[in-house]
């Protein structure tokens, strides 16, 4: 079934893609790069200068990167973050590709969900990220479902090099899959259906596949690392992780509150009216959700995978609330108003409460005033649904709702961007950032040009830290990484651990700087959380290194 486009769409499917390329590309190289986005950046590196090095099982990432070094000669952390940027601001145009089965305008809706989502627009920031395989897969979906298959099997082959995460979207999807199938199957005896892949689309599959999967054959290890992600995604189900499946429901409510609002009012009406659209994609997040919530490795850029469909199904449900009449507009604004005011009088409560300790009288003054105010607009909309009308309580509440909460979740994407820095953790970043990488380079650069006249020169051992996120600040000079330093070597720089080191104390000067911190989430208390959820403060876990600089280097 085609839809009727309506006018302004292409202008406002540009307005997304800005909103979208804006998110993601400010900022996008201030905080430094994690042990995690390192590793496969240094491999890129090292690929643009033509070194042999083993791949991690991201080879998209990690070859197209090379490419980006490559042209620009060298290294940055904005270069290392640009491909995802882009694919991720490209996906608002994803939507494009099911406006038959969801309509043009919630399409369109989606397409700004997606722009602004904060779990999305924090893996698109994020080196060697799943958003490479969450816009292939669907992009390969997408195509298959406008039946331009060559197009399909393209985005096919570049999913498959994306890494591990594309398995467990698979996976996911392999399940609703069966579970919807045999769902129609029961309800109606009718088989799914079958379609026939031709030989010709297969050999575009295979070529495109190891073109792009070995740099046009000049990187062959690409291939043996897209293969390397079968292994990868197993083995993550025997590994452990500090995410609990508490804290991914959790971010669920943080981050996307008016997307999860409006999920429950769509899925009620979807399984109340069996609308099998809605009930696939409810049924798509909820294993989605599960699987991130059972996988032992979880970490929360899996729950991107859940975000798909969770936000479809809000803009599915917020395209049922543009038709407002001409005549009830003035009792709709006025119930959006008071909607609005309701929302932040509570808000304002709840954030008073982090001021007070849990057991002091204005804390609990504070909590029952928030609660207060909640059922006051509760009982103001039946009033209005009473005295007006149910529809202008159900038009007003929700387009209020949308206010309030849009602007909580706005809040959330410009925090997983991290614009408000380092200082204000979110669920959404990757564990263990380098603290003080900028400071660290600073002062190798400064000892190293006074010492030696030349800022980049100045040779590097690494003792005892494995953190490919210290080689890529250093990356630029010699950099040896070691467990035990030579005694007869005396290089410029030296970094150790925290312990002392009593043969480098007689000839090296040393300072110490914070490096790989984390948030305490799992130890964190009830009141820590929510001052975290309203002020986004989180204490911090540490680690310290030093670094060693010889000691006639200086003046003195």
């Known amino acids: 079934m085609t839809y009727r486009h309506f006018k302004h769409e292409a202008l406002l499917y ?5 909103i979208a390329l804006s998110l993601r590309l400010i900022q996008l190289g201030a905080m430094p790069l994690t042990d995690a986005e390192a590793a496969p950046a240094l491999q890129a590196l090292r690929i643009s200068q033509n070194a042999d090095t083993a791949l991690d099982p991201h080879p998209f990432y990690i070859l ?49 969900f997606i722009a602004l989502d904060p779990g999305l627009v924090a893996i698109s920031r ?34 498959l090099l994306s890494g591990p995460s594309i398995w467990f979207g698979l ?20 088989r799914p259906s079958t379609f026939n892949l031709s030989s010709s689309v297969l050999i575009l599959f295979i070529v495109i596949f190891l073109t792009a999967g070995t740099l046009f054959l000049t ?71 599960l699987l991130v919530v059972f996988l032992p490795a979880r970490q929360m850029a899996d729950l991107a995978w ?8 809000a803009a ?43 057991e002091s009288r204005e804390y609990q003054l504070r909590f029952w005033m928030g609660i207060g105010a909640l059922v006051l607009l509760l009982l103001s909309l039946v009033l209005v649904a009473a005295g007006w009308s149910i529809r202008t309580a159900r038009l007003g509440g929700v387009w209020g709702m949308v206010i309030a909460l849009g602007a909580l979740g706005f809040g959330g994407a410009l925090g997983s961007a991290g614009i408000r820095g380092m200082n204000a953790p979110e669920l959404w970043w990757l564990p263990a950032t380098p603290a003080q990488a900028m400071l660290l380079e600073q002062t190798v650069s400064e000892v190293s040009e006074f010492g030696l006249g030349n800022d980049v020169s100045g040779s590097v051992v690494i003792v005892g830290v494995k953190s490919p996120a210290l080689e890529w600040v250093l990356r630029e000079r010699p950099i040896q990484v070691v467990d035990a330093l030579d005694v007869n070597s005396s290089p410029d720089f030296v970094v150790t651990p925290y312990e002392m080191d009593p043969v480098l104390v007689a000839a090296y000067r040393g300072q110490d700087f914070s490096w790989r911190q984390t948030p305490i989430w799992n130890t964190a208390l009830a009141s820590t959380w929510l001052r975290w959820f309203t002020l986004r403060d989180m204490p911090q876990s540490g680690e310290t290194i030093i670094l060693w600089a010889r000691d006639d280097l200086f003046l003195d």
Do not use: C
Request: no cysteine.
């Open 14 to 18: 540009a307005l997304a893609f800005l």
């Open 64 to 112: 197209s990167t090379s490419l980006l070094f490559l042209m620009y000669g060298g290294g940055t952390n904005f270069l290392a973050r640009l491909m995802p940027a882009l694919i991720g601001s490209l996906f608002v145009f994803a939507p494009l590709l099911f406006d038959n089965r969801i309509k043009p305008r919630p399409s369109l809706i989606l397409a700004f």
């Open 126 to 159: 994020q080196a060697a990220s799943p958003i490479f395989a969450i816009v292939f897969l669907t992009l390969a979906v997408g195509l298959f479902n406008k039946n331009k298959i060559n197009l399909a099997a393209a985005a096919s082959a570049f999913a």
């Open 171 to 190: 996976l996911g999807v392999a399940i609703v899959w069966a579970i919807f199938q045999l769902f129609n199957r029961t309800a109606s005896g009718v």
């Open 219 to 289: 990187v062959p290890t690409g291939i043996g690392a897209a293969f390397a992600s079968i292994p990868a995604f197993f083995g993550s189900w025997i590994k452990t992780s500090d995410i609990t499946g508490g804290m991914t429901f959790l971010s669920l409510l943080v981050y996307q509150p008016l997307a999860f609002l409006l999920f429950i009012l769509a899925a009620v009406r979807g399984w109340t009216h069996g609308i099998r659209r809605i009930i696939f994609l409810s049924l798509w997040f909820l294993v989605s959700l």
């Open 306 to 313: 859940a975000l798909i469909p969770l936000n479809a199904l």
């Open 316 to 358: 599915l449900e917020f395209a049922r609330y543009f038709n407002v009449f001409r005549d009830e507009r003035r009792e709709v604004v006025g119930v959006v108003a008071l909607t609005v005011f309701i929302w932040v009088f509570a808000w304002l409560g709840f954030t008073g409460m982090t001021w007070f300790p849990p």
